[in-house]
């Protein structure tokens, strides 16, 4: 099972990216995903995530209204659609899976895990 994620890099304050987070070995409908992040010196902590069972979605207070995740089943892909960042959204984006039927954005629910994408907003 493997996750990769892609799409960070640096913007601006006010800018927008999205991330992907591409599975392989294992089809992702099946899997509840969070997406995380983690600043410098920082604890790992949870952004978004969307539910197997029902693609419900929930967002950190941090993000509501700003971020939005999806799915592309077809694609075998999960998205984080980041707009209007702020420089407080700076880390590494890592994306998660595991077989829930509610999705968290607790770290310690989730057994498989990218290897991260950086994300950098400054002027």
């Not at 039927?101 to 310690?108: D, G, L, N, S, V």
Request: charged share 20%; proline share 3%; with cysteine.
């Amino acid at each position: 099972l493997q996750l990769v994620e892609s799409g960070g890099g640096l913007v601006q304050p006010g800018g927008s990216l999205r991330l992907s987070c591409a599975a392989s070995g294992f089809t992702l409908d099946n899997y509840s995903i969070g997406w995380f992040r983690q600043a410098p010196g920082k604890e790992r902590k949870g952004v978004s995530c969307i539910s197997s069972s029902d693609g419900n979605t929930y967002y950190a207070d941090s993000v509501k209204g700003r971020f939005t995740i999806s799915r592309d089943n077809a694609k075998n892909t999960v998205y984080l659609q980041m707009n209007s960042l702020k420089p407080e959204d700076t880390g590494v984006y890592y994306c998660a899976a595991d077989k829930l039927w509610i999705a968290t954005i607790r770290p310690e629910d989730y057994d498989y895990w990218g290897q991260g994408t950086q994300v950098t907003v400054s002027s």
